[in-house]
């Protein structure tokens, strides 16, 4: 029998791996289909090649779909995300200029200090913070505008968070564009690499388990096509397994090194991967674990409450109501298309479909569907908990 | 002139901007900018204040404009994604010719009409000249390679050219590959021999 063909477009970034990966180690073939993988320009046109069904699924920065379902960034079909495909795995990073003034002014780039790093940049930082991020709709974006705004430093007077495309990051912080970057790796590293900048923070330090890009599909396609769905959900399960088993970041790294997918080199993607970062172009080393997570935590499943923190700092900044974007937000994220296409394989998967985001301050063991399942710390930098059922106006 | 439409096309190739911009003034009566580097690109855009915006969706600093959407700072028209909601065929179109258009949301669709019309049939055509021009590329490479390798085999055997071509054909045909391929591999082999 032929396997059916899925379109799947993807940006060129490290989190893209679970795809790649699926469609190379076989783990699409053993669910009868093939990904036709397609690299896309740009976020906003793999958006679109999903919308106007280009693609029949995508790797998706995780506020884009609710941003869509709260009617932010013009028009587009209804998104679903199936699946998260990553947790954490972005950097901080900062241009020479303001590294210079960091260390001058004591920071020690321990590259796992929140607190510390962000009123050190916020000192260091005069009279304005010019911030780079992939897009306006990221994890990126709702980190910083979170962690600075936690710190007391106000967006927009004092921060200008603007959008430059990851593959021009490491071009707009030497132009002097920007001061300082959060991007996906591996366009901080390769920032480090070309000695433009010095990376401050990994993402994971302000929220410990964010999620970081997802599975999405049109909500149409979802409800008509489920049983493609689920071999497609099932099929990238196994690779982000396959990712999380550190035996496999050699040949991982050499995967998405090849020129059709990052066409970056082997060694600067294995960094990540292993999260042995380079940080600065001196070439200090910090070792991050639980850098960018592909399956341990049940790290793939997306839970609602995740979608309805996203929504809440959306509706927040854009003026939208709060209440009624959490409510909005919560159906984004398709817990249960999740469940049902993993209750046939051996994935341990929650008794809940929410949770207390920021509660869990170790590696937690808890209830699951059937058994037992242990979920990865996830706390926010500054101690915070989110908890959906008490959102106020 | 205030009913008069204005037009930003974001496009760093010089020859191909003015082309673009040529179209459009066939099409109709259009105040015109045209942006050629990324460098701001969403602060310049901004500043010029324009109805519709068009960029190659193959572009990456696309991105950049999608903060427009957002409708903040001191562009108060809101801009919206792509073509008005009510023509999908049109959206769908400008997205297989690889345009993407950014509108100001409100306009009427009928004067949009005419500048996408102008702009999808302009990258239309560069997609096939871009598509000729990869192919004739191509062709020329693989005849100057088979050509090294019937050379090759001509001095090495004592046979003449159109001999040299059989025996290249033959072995394609017997590997069920193609003679470029196998005089590609001839020449490589023969370089590392030295």
Not at chain 1, 156 to 170: G, H, Y
Not at chain 2, 52 to 60: A, E, F, Q, T, Y
Not at chain 2, 153 to 181: H, S
Request: glycine residues 8%.
């Amino acid at each position: 029998m032929k396997n059916a063909v899925l379109s799947v477009g993807f940006i060129p970034l490290l989190d893209a791996a679970p795809l790649i990966v699926a469609q190379e180690m076989g783990f699409a073939a053993e669910e009868g289909i093939t990904l036709d993988l397609v690299r896309a320009p740009s976020w906003s046109s793999l958006r679109d090649m999903l919308s106007y069904g280009r693609v029949e699924a995508a790797h998706m920065l995780s506020p884009v779909p609710v941003a869509a379902a709260l009617g932010l960034g013009g028009t587009q079909a209804p998104l679903a995300a199936v699946s998260v495909l990553s947790v954490n795995g972005t950097v901080i990073g900062v241009s020479n200029a303001l590294a210079e003034r960091l260390r001058d002014g004591g920071h020690n780039f321990a590259f796992d200090d929140a607190r510390g790093a962000g009123n050190a940049l916020i000192r260091a930082a005069v009279p304005t913070l010019r911030i780079g991020v992939p897009f306006p709709f990221s994890m990126h974006a709702e980190l910083l505008y979170y962690w600075l705004s936690a710190l007391g430093l106000p967006a927009p007077q004092n921060v200008d968070i603007r959008t430059v495309p990851p593959s021009l990051m490491a071009q707009a912080i030497d132009a002097g564009e920007i001061d300082a970057f959060c991007v996906g790796e591996p366009w901080g590293s390769i920032a480090v690499e070309n000695g433009v900048g010095s990376l401050l923070l990994p993402g994971a330090a302000i929220w410990a388990c964010a999620p970081e890009k997802v599975l999405a599909v049109r909500s149409d396609w979802a409800d008509t096509e489920p049983a493609l769905l689920g071999r497609l959900i099932r099929a990238v399960w196994r690779a982000g397994r396959w990712l999380g088993d550190p035996a496999s970041h050699t040949l991982a790294a050499e995967l998405l090194a090849r020129p059709l997918y990052l066409d970056l080199p082997a060694e600067i993607l294995d960094r990540s991967l292993t999260g042995g970062l380079v940080i600065s172009p001196r070439g200090e080393q910090r070792q991050t674990p639980g850098f960018i997570e592909f399956h341990s935590g049940a790290a793939s499943f997306p839970w609602r409450s995740q979608a309805q923190w996203i929504g809440l700092q959306l509706a927040s900044r854009t003026g939208l109501d709060r209440v009624a974007s959490v409510k909005t937000a919560e159906g984004v994220f398709r817990s249960n298309l999740h469940r049902n296409a993993l209750r046939q394989t051996s994935a341990e998967l929650p008794a809940a479909s929410s949770k207390i985001e920021g509660a869990l301050g170790a590696r937690t063991t808890l209830h699951a569907e059937s058994g037992r399942i242990t979920l990865n710390r996830d706390v926010f930098f500054d101690g915070r908990i989110f908890d959906p059922a008490q959102i106020e106006r | 002139m205030a009913d008069r439409l204005s037009v930003i096309v974001v496009e760093n190739d010089r020859d191909r901007a003015l082309l673009i911009v040529d179209s459009l003034r066939e099409a109709g009566d259009f105040d015109i900018h045209v942006i050629g580097e990324a460098t701001g690109l969403g602060r310049r855009v901004k500043a010029l204040s324009p109805d519709i915006v068009l960029i190659d969706i193959s572009n990456p600093s696309r991105d950049m404009l999608e903060e427009l959407a957002l409708a903040s700072g001191p562009m108060e028209r809101p801009v919206a994604m792509f073509v008005d909601r009510s023509d999908d065929g049109m959206t769908k179109a400008a997205i297989e010719a690889g345009v993407s258009a950014y509108v100001v949301d409100g306009l009427n669709p009928k004067r949009l009409k005419p500048v996408l019309d102008a702009a999808i049939a302009r990258f239309h055509l560069f997609q096939r000249m871009r598509t000729e021009l990869i192919e004739t590329k191509r062709a020329l490479e693989e005849r100057k390679v088979i050509d090294r390798a019937k050379g090759m085999l001509m001095r090495a055997r004592g046979i003449d050219e159109e001999q040299a071509y059989a025996l290249l054909r033959k072995a394609a045909m017997d590997q069920g590959k193609r003679v470029a391929d196998v005089a590609q591999a001839l020449v490589t082999a023969a370089g590392l021999l030295g």
